[in-house]
């Protein structure tokens, strides 16, 4: 158990460590410093900026200390916006995607499972067919022309709901469906195809024989068994929400942090940059350790084997 | 007893049974895997009617540009955002663009993206998984650590940090999906051959002495070509909405360069007043990634029937 989640543990630490290096080397390679845009600086100028960024030493210093900096938590400041810490922006904006993200998992979760179950319950009928068409075009619409579509659609034509911004409760209705439609249709997916193995098991025979209704049959015991793979997306799911807030706050015109990804890299600020990258990173793996603790706290019958997760 | 033992056989003494019992007569002939595979297919109609889409696709995405009055890059500032008409069929954009000849660039775009994903997925990914598979023990400890080391640093992340380093281009893009593409292809391969190792017919060919990459090549990779090419065809709608996505957010294919990601990104100024020119990519967006994913979908079921439900 020690040795596992040890190992689990280690293996984080290396990732990161190689995302943090790559990041580190990949910004260093790009020709020119991020002062060489602004025009008319003067030398002197400069070289106080590149002091200050600390720009000036030679790259295995910089890289030494910026590693030294990391494991304190340091950040460095935004180069773009005016003497903003990388942390202090992310811990302004994030509060937004997390909202939004919760929202979707959460949304993810109930119509998901409650679409496989019910498809399942109903297989080869008209429920289990229109159910599957939703999945199939929930992998097909992507979050952004889904976001672009919804928006036009419901904002702009019907004005249901506000175009942009999210103020009140009912602005949340748009992001969050589209960053909840891929894995919809994925967790409707796995609902299904298991719950109609766990149907079929003798444990909801005998459960039928003795004379259970039939709501009580699938919510008290084929569920249980039915959305254990729901656990493995877990991971996946995250990165999915994670990859669709950056498109959806763009869209949505949400300060969120997906929207300062996306800004500091068409502004080229590369402290920002760096940072968001590695705060994200962690996001994934600390879902991922989730994953991996949650599906072996569910399913006692699962070793402390190391798995593979469906694609992300 | 004695005679017996003196006994001469003859002719006469044996009866010619019925050779075929009735009731054991074997109906029809074997058929060999890849018919099976290929008729279970063509009677899947929404996987057929979705390679018919792709085959459409493919064809308009070559002659497409060609048949159109105007190419996809002049500017026409004299007739922006123009609706549909008999001399621009799809409209204009706001550059005045012909939008019909942008539609089906962003086509070749798009399948390229995906075709070029899905042959870095074959090539990286059965090698590598192959490898991994076949030699097991240490050699697939330490390579599949690596993969898992790759896999975690997430692949959004890897792209974008390529696209800031790097000139965005089509070519950048396929680039960097190839980064971690390929690891997931690679796991399947793997579990597949780790199965495959143990069956009696690899046991007799290395038993005549077959070298260890005629094995991995003649044997062991045809028998796990199933789920390949069904991994193949699922990596090409994830890699053209990797390529529109990026593009959408202006780090993928550069304007005037048209694809369907930089379209819609276009559209959004604009889309209040001139609908259609978000609605054109937007729709085949969706309708190529739905083809491939049904397609994908059928072409699973019919290599595997009994996952079929």
Redesign the interface.
Known sequence: MVRYWGGKLV??I??LF??AT??FF??K??PGDPFTSEKAVPPEVKAKLMAFYGLDKPIWEQYLIYLKKLIHLDLGTSMKSQYQTVSSIITDSFGYSLRLGIFAIIVSVIVGVGLGVVAAMY?RKAIDGIAMVIA??G????N??LA??TQ?LFG?KLQWFQVAGLNGPFDYVLPVLALAALPIAYIARLT??TM?EVLNAEYIKTAKAKGLKRSVTIVRHALRNGILPVVTYVGPMT?NI??GS??VE??FGIPGLGKY??DS??N?DYTL?MGI?LF??VI??LA?LLTDLLYGLVDPRIGLR?R?GA?? | MKDSRTLTLTKEMFKRLSFRPPGETIAGDSVPMWRDVLRRLVTNKLAMSGVVFLVLLGVMAIIGPMISPHDYFTNNLDRTNEPPSADYWFGTDNLGRDLFSRLWMGARISLVVGLAAAAIDLIFGVIYGGIMGYAGGRTDEMMN?VS??LY??????VV??????MEPSMWTIILALSVTGWI?MS?IVRGQIKQLKNQEYVLAARSMGASGARMLFKHLIPNTLGPIIVTLTLTV??AI?SE??LS????GVQSPAASW?TM?NDS?AG??LF?WQ?MFP?AL??LT??AF??FG?GLRDAFDPKLK?
């Open positions: 293996s984080v290396i990732s190689v995302l790559a990041t990949l910004m390679a790009i297989h199939v075009l992998v097909s619409i992507p952004f022309v672009s579509m036009y702009y299904r195809s109609l990165a994670l990859t950056v498109v763009r869209i990804f996306v890299v068409s080229r940059i990258t994200y990173a994934l793996m991922r190391s593979k694609s992300s | 650590k898992e080391i975690s640093i997430p692949y959004l992340l974008i940090l390529l696209l800031v380093v997931n796991w709608p994830s909405f529109a996505f959408f957010l202006g780090l990601g819609i959004l889309w209040t609908p978000m937007a967006l969706c990634m739905l994913n049904v979908d439900k």
